[in-house]
């Protein structure tokens, strides 16, 4: 028998004040001094989770990043169709984009700051991107569409670009963004 490990509160502390302070306040703007005073444990408590600040943003980014992808993308065994289900992401990132705190893709903001392609963190921006991209290529496939992982790398670059578009002018995303993915979508499936 395995015993089943036990959750580490102090852990689950440090990650989720630590990925708010990362999210809001940028990753190389947050020290792990910030991070320990903020979530009220040691710097050694920090460390002995966390073996570097590099890991603590990988694993930020791995929670973060795919609970951002995963809040836009619409369950893939209901009853609209694929075509639909591409443009939900589009309408669901509208959305997002219009609350108070609303600061971008985790995925974008951490790539933007890494300068080091090398980190850690930016592997993971990576896949939560590729996992974004499959869905658009898996529903492309479905739709019928004639490329479908040409329109998959399109949709996520437009989404993408929305997310920049937003962040950098601090406002929601603009209705020109669905509008431009549905222009493609439409481009791409057979009449």
Known sequence: ?????????????????????????????????????????????????????????????????????????PPEDDDTTPRERMLAVFSRLQAESLEP????????????????????????????????QEFFTRQATLAGALDPHGLAQQLTMVFDGGVSYALVRNAAIPDSCYAAAETLIEAQLPH
């Open 1 to 73: 028998m395995f015993a089943e490990a036990k959750p580490d509160k102090v852990r689950d502390r440090i990650l989720k004040t630590a990925g708010e302070l990362f999210y809001f306040e940028g990753i190389n703007a947050t020290g792990v001094d910030r991070i320990s005073e903020v979530a009220g444990v040691s710097k050694r408590s920090l460390y002995q989770r966390f073996a570097s600040k590099d890991k603590l943003v990988a694993d930020y980014l791995a929670v973060a990043g795919a609970a951002f992808v995963d809040g836009v993308m």
């Open 101 to 132: 705190r609303f600061r971008g893709c985790p995925c974008i903001n951490a790539a933007a700051e890494l300068a080091d392609a090398a980190h850690p963190a930016r592997a993971t921006a990576v896949e939560n991107k590729l996992w974004l």
